[in-house]
T-cell receptor, first 114, second 115 residues
Framework: DVKVTQSSRYLVKRTGEKVFLECVQD?????MFWYRQDPGLGLRLIYF???????EKGDIPEGYSVSREKKERFSLILESASTNQTSMYLC?????????????FGEGSRLTVL | AQTVTQSQPEMSVQEAETVTLSCTYD???????LFWYKQPPSRQMILVIR??????QNATENRFSVNFQKAAKSFSLKISDSQLGDTAMYFC????????????FGGGTRLMVKP
């Protein structure tokens, strides 16, 4: 079974802190994604990566950056956390561009910024 | 840009009964995929069912089936013989096959199955 692991299930940070959210997948997937999940808004794409060292902005990239130095790992970085970044963050992966859509998700990281 | 709308934020159903979750979408594309994903409480989201737009036959996976109405841009999910384990958030999603295969998600429907 595909496993997508997010390093932290729950985090509490202060405004202005730098936050790292880590995601690791074990199935050699090319594509990885970071989504933000908010009530009523569903999932919104922050960033995605087609392959190692490649990254593309999604729909809401402002205030976020990403890093993909190894194929299995995709990190989301909040350079200076703000209260409006309090949310659930979901990492996902899939085989590649030709894949017909099935995403494999991690359990999520719930971030609270005080 | 595509939009996906789930008009029912919350629903409930009695165990063993049938429930239908609604989803509508807006697109000018003809080649696309539609999905229903399930997110159980405190667990990861998983794919429930997938429909290719070029297929007229509605997809079915055990107790889960869809009613795909392409002209109406409607994609509802029917859950038969509801079980307590069906309690979850359900997300409808759209993927345009010619635009980088990115998924657009609806706002979600929270389904509660009552004993």
């Amino acid at each position: 079974d595909v496993k997508v692991t997010q390093s932290s299930r729950y985090l509490v940070k202060r405004t202005g802190e730098k936050v790292f959210l880590e995601c690791v997948q074990d199935m050699d997937h090319e594509n990885m994604f970071w989504y933000r999940q908010d009530p009523g808004l569903g999932l919104r794409l922050i960033y995605f990566s087609y392959d190692v060292k490649m990254k593309e902005k999604g729909d809401i990239p402002e205030g976020y950056s990403v890093s993909r130095e190894k194929k299995e790992r995709f990190s989301l970085i909040l350079e200076s956390a703000s209260t409006n970044q309090t949310s659930m963050y979901l990492c996902a992966s899939r085989y590649g561009l030709a894949d017909t859509g099935e995403l494999f998700f991690g359990e999520g990281s719930r971030l609270t910024v005080l | 840009a595509q939009t996906v709308t789930q008009s029912q934020p919350e629903m409930s159903v009695q165990e063993a009964e049938t429930v239908t979750l609604s989803c509508t979408y807006d697109t000018s594309e003809s080649n696309y995929y539609l999905f229903w994903y399930k997110q159980p409480p405190s667990r990861q989201m998983i794919l429930v069912i997938r429909q290719e737009a070029y297929k007229q036959q509605n997809a079915t996976e055990n107790r889960f089936s869809v009613n795909f109405q392409k002209a109406a841009k409607s994609f509802s999910l029917k859950i038969s013989d509801s079980q307590l384990g069906d309690t979850a958030m359900y997300f409808c999603a759209f993927m345009n096959y010619n635009a980088g295969n990115m998924l657009t998600f609806g706002g979600g429907t929270r389904l509660m199955v009552k004993p």
